[in-house]
């Protein structure tokens, strides 16, 4: 079946600092993979997405690269704000006919001015 | 309004209290969910609605109860909850099929749930 693992956290790092969060999947075929940002008290929004290996999203200086060989989808931001602090979740879409995302754990950063 | 609403955004319900929870969407999506999200567990898939028709149930207890009445509606009725039932409770929606992978789910704000 489909799967997403995502490091636990929390994640705790000083404002300024680099952020990866690692994101591996088993899937068959090749899946469209996303990111979502949860803030506290909120639903999830839709941080990024790579439909198609080698794909890069991107969106408010995170980064993340569809590596199809090393089925992962790693989040990166170069230099965290205290605003980043949040719960990311790594997703999956399969693309077959009635199968739906697949969510990893989710991982909680802190950012600390 | 646009994007996906869930009202309310909080509720504190008795064991023996019946409540309804509500989602609207304005995004034209023919897809409907509802997640369920505790505390330190993965989210959790409660129901599916493709085209006003409930296409998955993953095995979620008879004291929630789902209705769809359209594509832009979703309900979630609740009855005699548990304690553990307190969780927030996701709403989605999705365009199915190229849509959903391209463009993935739109999720509101949630209902905080807490039963006493």
């Known amino acids: 079946g489909n799967s997403v693992t995502q490091m636990e956290g929390p994640v705790t790092l000083s404002e300024e600092a680099f952020l990866t969060i690692n994101c591996t999947y088993t899937?068959?075929?090749?899946?469209?993979l996303f990111w979502y940002v949860q803030y506290p008290g909120e639903g999830l929004q839709l941080l990024l997405k790579?439909?198609?290996?080698?794909d890069k999203g991107s969106n408010k200086g995170f980064e993340a690269t569809y590596r199809k060989e090393t089925t992962s989808f790693h989040l990166e931001k170069g230099s965290v704000q205290v605003s980043d602090s949040a719960v990311y979740f790594c997703?999956?879409?399969?693309?077959?006919?009635?199968?739906?995302?697949?969510f990893g754990g989710g991982t909680r950063v802190l950012v600390k001015p | 309004e646009t994007g996906v609403t869930q009202t309310p955004r909080h509720l504190v319900m008795g064991m023996t209290n019946k409540k309804s929870l509500k989602c609207e969407q304005h995004?034209?999506?023919?897809?409907m969910y509802w997640y369920k999200q505790s505390a330190k567990k993965p989210l959790e898939l409660m129901f599916v609605?493709?085209?006003?028709?409930?296409?998955e149930n993953n095995s979620v207890p008879s004291r929630f109860s789902p209705e769809c009445p359209n594509s832009s509606h979703l309900f979630l009725h609740l009855h005699t909850l548990q304690p553990e039932d307190s969780a927030l409770y996701l709403c989605?929606?999705?365009?199915?099929?190229?849509?959903?992978?391209?463009?993935?789910?739109?999720f509101g704000s949630g209902t905080r749930l807490t039963v006493v």
């Open positions: 995004l034209g999506h023919n897809a």
């Open positions: 997703a999956l879409d399969p693309k077959a006919a009635g199968n739906k995302l697949t």
């Open positions: 899937a068959t075929g090749y899946p469209s």
């Open positions: 790579a439909t198609k290996a080698d």
């Open positions: 609605y493709s085209l006003e028709e409930r296409v």
């Open positions: 989605a929606s999705s365009q199915e099929g190229a849509g959903a992978r391209n463009y993935g789910y739109t």
